[in-house]
C-alpha cells in the first residue's frame, strides 16, 4: 500500500466517523475516493496541503422551514434546504429536487456530483444542490404555486444570479420554476438569470427542457463512433419517464434506436415494438397521470407492477438509468450482463451502486457515470446564464448544436483521462479525475477557499 492509499483511506474513514448517517453522501464519496489515488500521486501537493478534507466539506449548508396552506385550508410544513457545496470555478449551480426522500445526505450527494459535473461542462460554474420532502403528487396547481412561493420567500435570502443560480430536478420542472421565479422577482427584483429552466415565454432557453436526455445519448453516439459503431437498429432498455427519460428516448429514436422500456415508480412497460413517445409524453406531461394509463392505452405494451426495469430478462444493446439513485444494485447488474448490454449510460444521478458500477467495468461493459454522461442540462443551464446576460434567446439549433459539442469534449476528456491514468475505458476514473483536476488546481490558486 502506497502513503497516498493510505492517507486517502484517513480521508475516507474521517468522513464517515463525521456524519455516518449519511449513506447516499458516503457512498458519492467513495466512489470518488476509489479512483483519484492515481491522480494524487502525480499531484503531491493537493495531499500535503488536505485538499480532500476540504473539498468533501460543502461550503455552506442551508436549512429552512417551509409552511404552505393546502386546498382546504390546512396549515403544513415542510424542510427546505440549499447545499452550497463548491464555488471554486463559478457560481453554485445545481437543481432543486422536490420529492418525499429529499434530506441532507440525499442532497449532499447529489452537490458533491455537481462539482465534477460542473467542471466537465468546461463552463465557469460551481456545485450546489437544494430541495425539500414536499411531495408534489396529487397535489393541485394551487397548493404546488403557494408551496413554491413560501420556499422561494425564504431562499431568495440566499442566492442571485451571481451567487446561486438553482433549476429543476425530480419533481421540479418548467411549472414549478416558473412559480419559484414569480416570487423571486416581486421579493427581489426583475433578474431572470437567477433561475433556468424557465419556461420560454420569461428567457428560458430553448431546449433545455431536452438537454439531460439528449445530451446522454450525443454522450453514447461519440462513445460508439470511437468504435465505428453507431444507435442505428440499437435496443435500448430506458428507466424512468420524467423529464430525463422522455428526451432520452426522443434522441435515441430519432437516431434510430429502438426502446422497449420506461416506467416510474409503480412498475415498468416493456413494450416489444417500441415505446409510443407520442402516448408517452400525453400520460406523463399533458395529463400528469401514471404509467397504467399508457398500458391502459397500448395494449400490446406489458405492464409489470412493483418491478423494476433492470428485473427484465430480455436482449437490449444499451441502458440508460434515467429515474432515480441506486436503481441498479449489483444483482441487477448481473442481470443486465446477461441480457447483453454493452453501455451503461447515467441520465439519473447514482443510479448505480459502487460495486453494480465496478461490476460493469470488470465485465468490459461501458459504463458512463452520471456526472459525465448527464452533464447536457446543467450545460443548456449555464447556457440560459449566458443568453440571459446578453438579453437574448439563441436558436434551438445552436443550442443543440452546442450541447453536441460539450458532450463530445466531455466524452473526450473522460476516455483521455482515462487512458493517461493507465486504465482505458474506465470512464469512473476518468470522469473524476478530469472534473477534479480543474476544480483542484482553482481551489488551490485561490488559496484553498
Ligand atoms: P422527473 O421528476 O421528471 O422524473 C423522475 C422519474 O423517475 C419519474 O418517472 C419517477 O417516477 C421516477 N422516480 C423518481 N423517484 C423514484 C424512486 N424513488 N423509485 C423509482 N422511480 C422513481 O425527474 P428528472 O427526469 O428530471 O430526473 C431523473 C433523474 O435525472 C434524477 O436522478 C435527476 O437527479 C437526474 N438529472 C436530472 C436533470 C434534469 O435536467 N432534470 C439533470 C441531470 C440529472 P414517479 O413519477 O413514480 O415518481
Not at 428516448?249 to 413517445?277: F, H, W
Not at 432515480?324 to 448490454?341: F, L, R, S, Y
Request: glycine fraction near 8%; aromatic fraction near 10%; hydrophobic fraction near 35%.
Amino acid at each position: 500500500m502506497t502513503k497516498t492509499h493510505d492517507s486517502i483511506k484517513a480521508v475516507q474513514e474521517a468522513i464517515h466517523n463525521k456524519d455516518p448517517h449519511q449513506t447516499e453522501f458516503l457512498q458519492a464519496v467513495d466512489e470518488f475516493l476509489s479512483t483519484v489515488e492515481p491522480f494524487l500521486e502525480k499531484n503531491p501537493e493537493y495531499e500535503e496541503n488536505h485538499l480532500l478534507s476540504i473539498l468533501t466539506e460543502p461550503e455552506r449548508i442551508l436549512q429552512f422551514r417551509v409552511p404552505w396552506q393546502d386546498d382546504k385550508g390546512n396549515w403544513c410544513v415542510n424542510r427546505g434546504y440549499r447545499i452550497q457545496f463548491n464555488s471554486a470555478l463559478g457560481p453554485y449551480k445545481g437543481g432543486l429536487r422536490f420529492h418525499p426522500s429529499v434530506n441532507l445526505s440525499i442532497l449532499k450527494f447529489l452537490a458533491f456530483e455537481q462539482i465534477f459535473k460542473n467542471s466537465l461542462t468546461g463552463l465557469p460554474i460551481g456545485g450546489g444542490k437544494g430541495g425539500s420532502d414536499f411531495d408534489p403528487k396529487g397535489k393541485s396547481d394551487a397548493e404546488i404555486m403557494r408551496f413554491c412561493q413560501s420556499f422561494m420567500t425564504e431562499l431568495s435570502k440566499y442566492i442571485g444570479p451571481s451567487l446561486d443560480i438553482p433549476a429543476g430536478d425530480i419533481g421540479v420542472g418548467a411549472r414549478e420554476i416558473g412559480y419559484l421565479y414569480g416570487m423571486y422577482k416581486r421579493l427581489k427584483q426583475y433578474d431572470a438569470g437567477v433561475l433556468t429552466g424557465k419556461p420560454l415565454d420569461f428567457w428560458g432557453s430553448k431546449g433545455r427542457t431536452e438537454a439531460t436526455g439528449y445530451g446522454a445519448v450525443y454522450f453514447v453516439k461519440h462513445l460508439l463512433a470511437d468504435k465505428n459503431e453507431n444507435l442505428t437498429g440499437k435496443t435500448v432498455a430506458v428507466s424512468g419517464s420524467g423529464n430525463v427519460a422522455i428526451y432520452a428516448i426522443e434522441k435515441l429514436q430519432e437516431l434510430g434506436a429502438k426502446v422497449v422500456t420506461c416506467s416510474d415508480s409503480n412498475g415498468y412497460i416493456y413494450d416489444e415494438e417500441g415505446i409510443d413517445l407520442a402516448l408517452l409524453k400525453q400520460v406523463k406531461e399533458v395529463d400528469r397521470d401514471r404509467l397504467t394509463a399508457y398500458a391502459q392505452k397500448r395494449p400490446q405494451a406489458e405492464y409489470h407492477k412493483d418491478d423494476t426495469v433492470w428485473d427484465l430478462k430480455a436482449t437490449y444493446d444499451l441502458a440508460f438509468p434515467c429515474a432515480t439513485q441506486n436503481e441498479i444494485d449489483k444483482e441487477k447488474a448481473q442481470i443486465m450482463v446477461e441480457n447483453g448490454t454493452k453501455v451503461v449510460a447515467e441520465g439519473a444521478n447514482m443510479p448505480c451502486s459502487l460495486d453494480a458500477a465496478e461490476y460493469f467495468i470488470d465485465k468490459g461493459v461501458a459504463y458512463c457515470p452520471g456526472k459525465a454522461a448527464n452533464a447536457g442540462g446543467v450545460a443548456v443551464s449555464a447556457l440560459e446564464m449566458s443568453q440571459n446576460s446578453q438579453r437574448l434567446q439563441w436558436e434551438k439549433e445552436d443550442v443543440d448544436s452546442q450541447l453536441n459539442t460539450i458532450m463530445k469534449n466531455i466524452y473526450e476528456s473522460t476516455r483521455d483521462a482515462a487512458r493517461e491514468y493507465g486504465a482505458e475505458n474506465n470512464f469512473m476514473l476518468g470522469a473524476n479525475i478530469a472534473g477534479f483536476d480543474k476544480v483542484a488546481k482553482a481551489m488551490t490558486e485561490q488559496g484553498l477557499v
